[in-house]
Nanobody
């Protein structure tokens, strides 16, 4: 049974930091890209960051320099280090993992940045 489980969300003040984790299990095939998305109330889900199996990364412009994505291929785990958080970063953050054949989503973790 495939499981993609995020953790690490919470309430933080403006300028604070959080580290999100996502662990995938039960996936038969090698995981290629691992991604983070987010969805704020009333908005569509949007891309935040991704990392390839070889470690190449890409970020949404508004988080560049503040967020860092990393992964451990042996543990099928991806992290999102979020620094200098802003109120506009408030959203449910979702992990997405991609294999050659399928993509899998986690259930999301809430991040709330208070001013």
């Amino acid at each position: 049974q495939v499981q993609v489980v995020e953790s690490g969300g919470g309430l933080v003040q403006v300028g604070g930091s959080l580290r999100l984790s996502c662990a995938a299990s039960g996936i038969m095939f090698s995981i290629d890209d691992m991604c983070w998305y987010r969805q704020a109330p009333g908005n569509a889900r949007e891309f935040v960051a991704f990392i390839t199996r070889s470690g190449s990364t890409n970020y949404k412009d508004s988080v560049k320099g503040r967020f860092t994505i990393s992964r451990d291929n042996a543990k099928n785990t991806v992290w999102l280090q979020m620094n200098s958080l802003k109120p506009e970063d408030t959203a449910v953050y979702y992990c997405n993992v991609q294999t050659l054949y399928s993509g899998y989503w986690g259930q999301g973790t809430q991040v709330t940045v208070s001013s």
